[in-house]
């Protein structure tokens, strides 16, 4: 009996720990990092760099979220979205959260520079720093453009799997962050206008606190427009070809779509309609330029 108590505890505690690294955003921001490491060569990545960079990147962004929650516990704590977070439920302590974020994310650095490269490293422990600090602690509680100016750390993905394979900064790797920093602020404003009763109760300014629901729901239109034209430049570059612009168009599409109707009939639901399509159209835009990369 004792034992089963400490395995159940144990497991208890390591799904809390999980839970600090928000792993489904973890896994889609990897997602987007292994795509850009099969987009930068013409043959398959080389394993080591595969395992060794996915392993990396994956463990400094989850140190990187650890780090946010640790520091938003108090804001967390006022959210209906976020208040059952282990922080907040007093699950864990902040010198908890800090040894394990320290631990991880020195793990992921070790084995970035040990077995991929000292410029993917450094790319890395810079998104790391740019969300959990820059992001977090100065632009998310000062200005309602924190998401657009913040957005960059959180697109950064796609070039540190470019990096992890090629060494070096390329065009192709800097149109698929373009990609994903114009895809930040329609994905996440559709989130904050569906709650902004919980920023506000938070006193954080995101843009429909600050400016209003309106005001903001034409933002999501006029960025989604600005995502489609970065969409299109893979293919006006030569980087991709008709299977991708084909899936694109079909994608974007849709997504201006839910914009539009964001726009003249708004609703709480197409709002989170709009936020889970966001997800799923980005990983299958990426996986609609790796398919055309191969085929």
Same mark, same amino acid.
């Given at each position: 009996?004792?034992?089963?108590?400490?395995?159940?505890d144990t497991?208890q505690? @390591?799904?809390?720990?999980? /839970?600090?690294? !928000?792993?489904?955003?973890?896994?889609?921001?990897?997602f987007?990092?292994?795509? %850009? @490491?099969?987009?930068?060569?013409?043959?398959?990545?080389?394993?080591?760099?595969?395992?060794?960079?996915?392993?990396?990147? $994956?463990?400094?962004?989850?140190?990187?979220?650890?780090?946010?929650?640790?520091?938003?516990?108090?804001? =967390?704590a !006022?959210?209906?979205?976020?208040?059952?977070?282990?922080?907040?439920?007093?699950?864990?302590? #902040?010198?908890?959260?800090?040894?394990?974020? %320290?631990?991880?994310?020195?793990?992921?650095?070790?084995?970035?520079? %040990?077995?991929?490269?000292?410029?993917?490293?450094?790319?890395?422990?810079?998104?790391?720093?740019?969300?959990?600090?820059?992001?977090?602690?100065?632009? !998310?509680?000062?200005?309602?453009?924190?998401?657009?100016?913040?957005?960059? #750390? $959180?697109?950064?993905?796609?070039?540190?799997?470019?990096?992890?394979?090629? %060494?070096?900064?390329?065009?192709e790797a800097?149109? @698929?962050?373009l990609?994903?920093?114009?895809?930040?602020?329609?994905?996440?404003?559709?989130?904050?206008?569906?709650?902004?009763? =919980?920023?506000?109760? /938070?006193?954080?300014?995101?843009?429909?606190?600050?400016?209003?629901?309106?005001?903001?729901?034409?933002?999501?239109?006029?960025?989604?427009?600005?995502?489609?034209? #970065?969409?299109?430049?893979?293919?006006?570059?030569? @980087?991709?070809?008709?299977?991708?612009?084909?899936?694109?168009? *079909?994608?974007?599409?849709?997504?201006?779509?839910?914009? *539009?109707?964001?726009?003249?009939?708004? #609703? =709480?639901?197409?709002?989170q309609?709009?936020?889970?399509?966001?997800?799923?159209?980005?990983?299958?835009?990426?996986t609609?330029?790796?398919?055309?990369?191969?085929?």
């Amino acid at each position: 009996m004792a034992t089963q108590l400490i395995l159940h505890d144990t497991a208890q505690r @390591m799904r809390q720990f999980y /839970a600090l690294t !928000k792993p489904r955003v973890t896994m889609l921001a990897v997602f987007c990092a292994v795509i %850009g @490491m099969f987009l930068a060569t013409p043959g398959m990545v080389p394993w080591r760099v595969l395992f060794a960079g996915t392993a990396g990147i $994956g463990l400094l962004a989850g140190a990187a979220f650890a780090i946010n929650c640790l520091i938003e516990q108090e804001i =967390d704590a !006022k959210m209906a979205r976020t208040r059952a977070r282990p922080l907040p439920r007093g699950e864990l302590t #902040s010198l908890q959260t800090v040894v394990f974020a %320290g631990v991880i994310g020195g793990i992921g650095m070790f084995l970035l520079y %040990g077995y991929v490269n000292a410029l993917t490293m450094w790319l890395t422990f810079g998104t790391f720093v740019g969300y959990a600090i820059i992001y977090t602690v100065v632009l !998310k509680p000062a200005t309602p453009q924190n998401i657009v100016i913040g957005g960059l #750390s $959180g697109a950064m993905p796609p070039l540190l799997g470019w990096t992890a394979v090629t %060494g070096e900064v390329a065009p192709e790797a800097l149109l @698929m962050v373009l990609i994903i920093y114009a895809w930040t602020p329609p994905h996440f404003w559709a989130l904050a206008l569906n709650r902004t009763e =919980d920023f506000t109760r /938070a006193g954080l300014p995101m843009l429909p606190v600050t400016h209003g629901q309106e005001f903001t729901r034409l933002h999501v239109l006029l960025y989604t427009l600005i995502l489609i034209a #970065s969409t299109l430049l893979p293919f006006v570059y030569g @980087m991709s070809g008709w299977i991708y612009l084909a899936a694109a168009l *079909v994608l974007d599409g849709m997504f201006l779509y839910y914009a *539009v109707r964001i726009y003249i009939a708004y #609703s =709480d639901r197409l709002a989170q309609q709009t936020f889970r399509y966001s997800v799923v159209y980005l990983a299958c835009l990426f996986t609609a330029l790796l398919l055309d990369h191969y085929v």
